[in-house]
């Protein structure tokens, strides 16, 4: 039954209006005569004469740079076997999808009716030029050898066999690290493979390249071990024989004695109980068959509890899946202009992935898995695939491993590792990049920042992901045996500065004094001084006015107005800033954009809207933004006879004269602020384009329009930012994930780096 369900909504959905899983879409405008000409006739012809002058102005002027082709006959299709070309079709277009979704690599799908290999091999070479790269996909053995061979040898572009490879590649990684959790080392371990076609030779010959000892690595296939007395027999192709030794003739059962790892790439259930409890002590089971492994963890289990178990599938720990290789491995390739695949690359590829692996896992990610707690161990090998850090860190140790090798077009002097970390950074999200930036910056000159929720989970894993980037020094605040159990938990092992309020005798000492000076006039108390103190949310912005630290955060446990009340009874507001400011940075459908004020001041005056205007203004330069700010109303230029727009003009006003070069312009309605097209309008505006910081009349009009934004139109917001206050502070949101809190502590930082400046 449960197959028969799978069956039909599985077939729904492919069937599913477009049919299919890929389309192509225009990357540019073409909605005018003018654009068409460009487009095509007769534009098109200058840049067909630049690449016939150059071909290499074919990735400047064309998609190859960013084109891969999956290419099958359709002769080994998942456990399918042979069923033909247009069978395989549906397998080639998820290949596609895996592509775009993982790395932003546009395919193309194509399935070739050919199974003899001169016939195949000639077709992709005739229709190469059009491709960066090209993966070969379900072609069955020993044929598949060949042809990926001579592809590789006679084409210019990167070329790999994802079924050969792409096994091996992420199984390499997983075999490095349980080897690691298991403390053997690679030359001694026994190694025993299930399986002789194109992904087990392919898996046998990395795990040498990884340091596995030939003799000591059986390879079987169906009629048992592949030994020299069957390689004399004429029993073994080319590439068996490559795995032929000498020794007795035996089946499955014989060759896992005493072994070490064994890894299945064959058919289910082909391992029993008893072949697993013959192996040496600390196994590694890495049973890979689809849909059924060739033994299930349970069975495993119940007769070898030091087992670490490896599958196929994505309902047990520790899957297998190609999709963490081949998107990544393109994408690195194709960035450098790479012209083939080395084995340098792949175990490039490999090795990023395993150290990846011991890196603290974001919320976002266990968010993804149901809210599963991973921690590099037996049960967490290897990254999962919805790991957007394997995009960054993958890709980028293939394209530095394809430059130090001399196989990119980019030269060794033209590459910057990090620079193209950034890029990778990007694509992943505007967010992404613009917040790379800022991280590069914090890390020039780390900062302490206080978190007053130092015992949270959330809180505790950003600040071990902080201090593992270089980005601050987090002073953590709450019960030590609570932070450290929750340490424990995560299997975190950081170090930082722990400070239990209520026994730190600042807060009965100097901090009380500070604080009743600072607030006797308001009816505050020395006695109520200690009280309040005795609460993180106050001890910590005390600990940013009275200089034990550089800059304060909390917020991810408690409501907004008991983070910033404190903050303003102790740090207070800039001299020089008439109010406090609350805004939020925003990317949406790949612009980047500020918004205020959304947490701060309810109904402003004119004076009030000016600051808020200017400092959200300041705010955007930082980022590296050059603001163009609209304010915002009902109205176009106060065209309603009913309401009249004064206020807001008068800001306008106001705010020119604080900042003579703000480029800001208002009233105005949102689409006029955003559509150049409206624009046109009101040829008077100020600016052309879209506005980049949106002030809007009150606090209820920007707080409904960035959660409207955030929640419909999938807006990523950061923030929200305090801008006004005499010392870095700002307030997370409750709900933050890791990658939130580690982004508000690197602008806290930043922030923190400029005060500094300042008071030089």
């Known amino acids: 039954m449960a197959e028969?369900?799978?069956?039909?909504?599985?077939?729904?959905?492919?069937?599913?209006?477009?049919?299919?899983?890929?389309?192509?879409?225009?990357?540019?405008?073409?909605?005018?005569?003018?654009?068409?000409?460009?487009?095509?006739?007769?534009?098109?012809?200058?840049?067909?004469?630049?690449?016939?002058?150059?071909p290499d102005d074919a990735y400047k002027y064309t998609s190859k740079g960013n084109l891969v082709a999956v290419i099958s006959n359709g002769t080994a299709v998942l456990g399918l076997g042979d069923i033909g070309a247009l069978a395989g079709k549906p397998v080639m277009e998820g290949k596609g999808l895996l592509f775009k979704a993982f790395a932003d690599i546009d395919v193309f799908d194509i399935e070739v009716d050919r199974t003899d290999i001169d016939e195949f091999v000639e077709a992709v070479k005739a229709i190469a030029p059009t491709f960066g790269g090209i993966n070969l996909e379900d072609i069955k053995a020993p044929e598949c050898f060949e042809i990926e061979r001579r592809l590789v040898s006679e084409l210019d572009i990167p070329v790999m066999h994802d079924d050969q490879h792409g096994t091996a590649i992420i199984s390499g990684a997983a075999l490095l690290n349980a080897l690691e959790?298991?403390?053997?080392?690679?030359?001694?371990?026994?190694?025993?493979?299930?399986?002789?076609?194109?992904?087990?030779?392919?898996c046998a010959t990395h795990y040498l390249r990884l340091g596995v000892a030939p003799e000591n690595l059986l390879m079987c296939d169906s009629k048992g071990i592949l030994t020299k007395t069957r390689e004399a027999a004429g029993e073994l192709n080319e590439y068996k024989a490559n795995f032929a030794r000498d020794v007795p003739d035996g089946g499955l059962a014989e060759a896992m004695v005493g072994a070490d790892v064994f890894l299945g790439l064959s058919r289910g259930g082909l391992v029993s109980g008893e072949m697993v409890a013959s192996m040496a002590e600390r196994p590694l089971i890495f049973a890979l068959a689809n849909p059924d492994p060739e033994i299930l963890p349970s069975e495993v289990m119940a007769v070898r509890d030091d087992a670490i178990i490896a599958t196929g599938r994505s309902d047990f720990a520790n899957q297998i899946n190609n999709v963490l290789g081949f998107p990544y491995i393109f994408r690195g390739a194709l960035d450098v202009r790479a012209t083939e695949i080395t084995e340098g690359m792949k175990m490039?590829?490999?090795?990023?992935?395993?150290?990846?692996?011991?890196?603290?896992?974001?919320?976002?990610?266990?968010?993804?898995?149901?809210?599963?707690?991973m921690q590099f161990g037996p049960e967490y090998l290897i990254p999962k695939p919805f790991d957007a850090r394997v995009l960054i860190w993958e890709a980028s140790a293939v394209a530095e491993a394809a430059v130090n090798e001399g196989v990119a077009r980019v030269g060794a002097d033209e590459f910057d590792?990090?620079?193209?970390?950034?890029?990778?950074?990007?694509?992943?999200?505007?967010?992404?990049?613009?917040?790379?930036?800022?991280?590069?910056?914090?890390?020039?000159?780390?900062?302490?920042?206080?978190?007053?929720?130092?015992?949270?989970?959330?809180?505790?894993?950003?600040?071990?992901?902080?201090?593992?980037?270089?980005?601050?020094?987090?002073?953590?605040?709450?019960?030590?045996?609570?932070?450290?159990?929750?340490?424990?938990?995560?299997?975190?092992t950081f170090e930082c500065e722990t400070i239990d309020v209520r026994y730190d005798p600042r807060r009965r000492g100097d901090y009380a004094d500070e604080?009743?000076?600072?607030?006797?006039?308001?009816?505050?108390?020395?006695?109520?001084?200690?009280?309040?103190?005795?609460?993180?949310?106050?001890?910590?912005?005390?600990?940013?006015?009275?200089?034990?630290?550089?800059?304060?955060?909390?917020?991810?446990?408690?409501?907004?107005?008991?983070?910033?009340?404190?903050?303003l009874q102790t740090i207070g507001?800039?001299?020089?800033?008439?109010?406090?400011?609350?805004?939020?940075?925003?990317?949406?459908?790949?612009?980047?954009?500020?918004?205020?004020?959304?947490?701060?001041?309810?109904?402003?005056?004119?004076?009030?809207?000016?600051?808020?205007?200017?400092?959200?203004?300041?705010?955007?330069?930082?980022?590296?933004?050059?603001?163009?700010?609209?304010?915002?109303?009902?109205?176009?230029?106060?065209?309603?006879?009913?309401?009249?727009?004064?206020?807001?003009?008068?800001?306008?006003?106001?705010?020119?004269?604080?900042?003579?070069?703000?480029?800001?312009?208002?009233?105005?309605?949102?689409?006029?602020?955003?559509?150049?097209?409206?624009?046109?309008?009101?040829?008077?505006?100020?600016?052309?384009?879209?506005?980049?910081?949106?002030?809007?009349?009150?606090?209820?009009?920007?707080n409904i329009a960035y959660k409207l934004l955030q929640r419909i139109a999938g807006a990523e917001m950061t923030g929200p930012i305090l801008e006004g206050l005499a010392k870095p502070?700002?307030?997370?949101?409750?709900?933050?994930?890791?990658?939130?809190?580690?982004?508000?502590?690197?602008i806290t930082t930043v922030d923190a780096q400029r005060h500094a400046q300042q008071r030089l």
């Open 573 to 702: 507001p800039d001299p020089s800033a008439h109010r406090i400011v609350g805004l939020y940075m925003m990317t949406v459908n790949g612009q980047l954009m500020f918004i205020a004020d959304a947490t701060i001041n309810i109904y402003p005056d004119s004076r009030t809207l000016a600051e808020i205007a200017v400092q959200t203004a300041r705010v955007a330069r930082r980022f590296g933004v050059k603001p163009k700010v609209a304010m915002l109303s009902f109205s176009n230029f106060g065209t309603s006879g009913e309401l009249r727009t004064d206020r807001i003009e008068e800001a306008i006003s106001m705010a020119r004269e604080i900042d003579g070069d703000l480029i800001i312009d208002g009233p105005m309605q949102a689409d006029t602020a955003l559509v150049p097209d409206r624009q046109k309008e009101f040829p008077f505006m100020e600016f052309e384009g879209s506005a980049n910081v949106l002030v809007c009349p009150n606090l209820a009009s920007a």
């Open 729 to 746: 502070a700002h307030v997370l949101q409750r709900g933050d994930s890791v990658r939130q809190v580690v982004h508000m502590a690197a």
């Open 4 to 54: 028969d369900r799978l069956r039909k909504e599985a077939l729904d959905y492919h069937a599913a209006a477009p049919a299919g899983k890929i389309s192509v879409e225009p990357t540019k405008p073409h909605g005018t005569a003018r654009e068409l000409s460009l487009a095509y006739s007769p534009g098109v012809a200058y840049p067909c004469e630049e690449i016939a002058a150059n």
């Open 417 to 492: 590792v990090e620079k193209y970390k950034e890029t990778l950074e990007a694509r992943l999200g505007l967010t992404r990049s613009i917040m790379r930036n800022v991280i590069n910056r914090a890390k020039r000159d780390r900062k302490r920042i206080v978190f007053s929720e130092g015992d949270e989970p959330t809180i505790i894993k950003a600040a071990a992901q902080c201090i593992a980037e270089g980005i601050c020094d987090p002073i953590l605040l709450g019960h030590p045996e609570r932070i450290e159990a929750v340490k424990e938990e995560h299997g975190l």
């Open 348 to 373: 490039a590829a490999t090795k990023a992935l395993a150290e990846l692996a011991k890196e603290p896992v974001p919320d976002d990610v266990a968010a993804a898995y149901g809210g599963e707690q």
């Open 181 to 202: 959790i298991v403390e053997k080392e690679a030359s001694a371990v026994k190694v025993v493979i299930s399986g002789a076609g194109a992904s087990a030779i392919s």
């Open 515 to 567: 604080f009743h000076k600072l607030r006797g006039r308001k009816g505050v108390t020395r006695r109520d001084a200690v009280s309040l103190l005795k609460s993180p949310n106050y001890f910590g912005p005390m600990m940013v006015h009275c200089g034990d630290a550089d800059g304060y955060l909390g917020g991810i446990a408690h409501q907004y107005p008991d983070i910033v009340k404190p903050c």
